[in-house]
């Protein structure tokens, strides 16, 4: 049985260089692999970027509203019909669907990535942070860490050489503690992987 397998990790963990390096195993094998993120993450555009300057085009982007395996369907029998006439009949289809920035899937797209795991025997490599700024789980990541059948964490380090497990969020160089959940890495806003020591310090004692 084909698994869902959930890799997350604090900011700079990473985890897209991570999910680049599965493909291009994968793929240095002679296997196929789809690619896709959320249409929210646009950083980017339609790339997945690793912070070492890595970069590639996904195949799908994942809607708010779109069945995530419908679209796989979708994607996976455009595979099948391109290289029915030049491949063996076990090497038309697809081997692995990634997922980079899992965690802002709904928990119904994730329910989808079980379900083409399972029910279509496509592993499934989903890559994510837990929490966000104000160490609440993002709803895609909570229903993973219910739903996976796998959990690996890829650690980082703190400023201060601990293990960075929270995402302090920056607005023009300061910590912030307020805001809507999503804000995307950007110009203005970035993040700093902190351990829980110096999250406390920036937070002033907030967890929350």
Not at 144 to 156: D, F, G, V, W, Y
Not at 170 to 190: E, H, K, P, S
């Amino acid at each position: 049985m084909a698994k869902l397998y959930f890799r997350y990790g604090a900011m700079n963990s990473g985890k897209s260089t991570a999910l680049l390096q599965a493909a291009y195993n994968y793929e240095e094998r002679g296997q196929h692999v789809l690619l896709a993120k959320p249409a929210i993450d646009t950083k980017g555009a339609s790339q997945i970027e690793s912070r070492l300057g890595v970069t590639r085009e996904v195949d799908f982007l994942i809607g708010a509203d779109d069945d995530a395996r419908a679209l796989f369907a979708s994607e996976r029998e455009r595979i099948r019909q391109r290289d029915a006439a030049t491949l063996l009949p076990q090497q038309v289809d697809v081997a692995c669907l990634l997922v980079d920035e899992a965690q802002f899937l709904t928990p119904e797209q994730i329910d989808d990535l079980f379900r083409i795991a399972v029910l279509d025997g496509i592993p499934v490599m989903a890559y994510g942070i837990r929490n966000d700024f104000l160490t609440h789980a993002f709803p895609g990541s909570a229903r993973l860490l219910a739903i996976a059948h796998s959990l690996e964490e890829l650690k980082t380090i703190c400023r201060c050489g601990r293990k960075a497990v929270f995402n302090g969020r920056l607005v023009d160089g300061r910590f912030v503690f307020d805001g809507d959940q999503v804000a995307i890495d950007g110009a203005a806003v970035t993040y700093e992987s902190l351990c829980g020591n110096c999250y406390l310090d920036e937070s002033g004692g907030r967890l929350a």
